[in-house]
């Protein structure tokens, strides 16, 4: 887990875990700098406080939503001020897609998928090291390819005409 230090960029500082300030106006930056050592000069100037786990709404797709070879896209609201990071697995947490923005599902890990249900798992973590969670159970079903089929028709026909035809006429004519 990677947590970015920002001094005093006139954005936002860092989180302090023995930052006793209070945050009055709820903007998520403390009234007070946070002394960092003895020295006056070496204080947080916006120091971040923040208490709560971002909270995480999965707007799209919808549970049990059934998809095929297209991979789907998602539509997340996160209710966090400072987030550090987002990101999406579909294994478990083996692999871990990040993303900034609601987006579509990487197709090429889609298609490495086996038919069945999905557990589509969405992280993100704050700029406090806080990791809020939320999941969806999504299903994927194989796309059956009409042409496919069309083909495999045609190689039926094909077999049944050259090698099952030809052979029943052969034993007719030995019968007679």
Known sequence: ????????????????????????????????????????????????VDNDVPE??????????????????????????????MWYTLDGGIHNYTFAMNTTINQAVWNQLPSGLVKLEFYVMDKTGKIGFAEIIIIKEEQVIHGYNLILLLICVIFFGIVLVPNKVKNKEKEN
């Open 1 to 48: 887990m990677t947590i970015h230090n920002r001094w005093n960029n006139s954005e936002i500082g860092n989180y302090w875990d023995n930052y006793t300030g209070v945050d009055a106006n709820g903007d998520g930056i403390g009234d007070t700098p946070h002394i960092i050592s003895s020295s006056p000069l070496v204080q947080d100037y916006l120091p971040i």
């Open 56 to 85: 995480i709404t999965i707007l799209s797709p919808s549970n049990n939503s059934v998809f095929k070879n297209t991979a789907p896209s998602f539509t997340i609201s996160v209710k966090e001020k400072h987030i550090d990071e």
